[in-house]
Antibody, heavy 122, light 111 residues
Framework: EVQLVESGGGLVQPGGSLRLSCAGSGFTFSNYAMSWVRQAPGKGLEWVSVISGGGGSTYYADSVKGRFTISRDNSKNTLFLQMNSLRADDTAVYYC???????????????WGQGTTVTVSS | QSALTQPPSASGSLGQSVTISCTGTSSDVGGYDYVSWYQHFPGKAPTLLIYEVNKRPSGVPDRFFGSKSGNTASLTVSGLQADDEADYYCSSYTANNNFVAFGGGTKLTVL
């Protein structure tokens, strides 16, 4: 079964850091682009970042550029999102998602994790 | 404000059809065939309905149909069922800064 499982969410103070992880199974992890997508309370889906299968190409939403870093460890079938300088408006459920293809980096996301909640509050 | 424009709500009767629009620009929807559609039930993970404008992943019923004309993409749901009530989001690759754009979402009500 193709599956993604996120972890690492929690409560963090403004200005703090958090690292999310996403473990993939049931597919050849390194063959696919992977993304992070978030949903703030009462809001719609917002794309956050994407990384190529090999990890050499990354892109970010303007709202997180310079604060968040996406990475992957293909030997462990794991995707990461390092989040620094967190703000209240980063509060959201964060989903990792598998790209339909390896290339292009985005043409759809066909497998999603269950989400992990990040709350930024003092 | 979302980069892609969707109506906030849509409705249709059981068994009927409904179409949800997604309007962008030539930098996203109109310029590339990388439009996708997602169904999202609150508290659950989104699921992919359509990718690359009109392709259905295995397991998605052919009641869900994607299309595009100019800068507007559309999702048509035919033979509406009660469990089609959900939020629907469009998304597209964009040549603008953000790389991927989402619509604001459409809440579908089945009457």
């Amino acid at each position: 079964e193709v599956q993604l499982v996120e972890s690492g969410g929690g409560l963090v103070q403004p200005g703090g850091s958090l690292r999310l992880s996403c473990a993939g199974s049931g597919f050849t992890f390194s063959n696919y682009a992977m993304s992070w997508v978030r949903q703030a309370p009462g809001k719609g889906l917002e794309w956050v970042s994407v990384i190529s299968g090999g990890g050499g190409s990354t892109y970010y939403a303007d709202s997180v550029k310079g604060r968040f870093t996406i990475s992957r460890d293909n030997s462990k079938n794991t995707l990461f999102l390092q989040m620094n300088s967190l703000r209240a408006d980063d509060t959201a459920v964060y989903y990792c998602a598998k790209g339909v293809r390896g290339v292009p980096l985005y043409s759809g996301m066909d497998v999603w994790g269950q989400g992990t909640t990040v709350t930024v509050s003092s | 404000q979302s980069a892609l424009t969707q109506p906030p709500s849509a409705s249709g009767s059981l068994g009927q059809s409904v179409t949800i629009s997604c309007t962008g620009t030539s930098s996203d929807v109109g310029g590339y065939d990388y439009v996708s559609w997602y169904q999202h039930f609150p508290g659950k993970a989104p699921t992919l309905l359509i990718y690359e404008v009109n392709k259905r992943p295995s397991g998605v019923p052919d009641r869900f149909f994607g299309s595009k004309s100019g800068n507007t993409a559309s999702l048509t749901v035919s033979g509406l069922q009660a469990d089609d009530e959900a939020d629907y989001y469009c998304s597209s690759y964009t040549a603008n800064n953000n790389f991927v754009a989402f619509g604001g979402g459409t809440k579908l009500t089945v009457l």
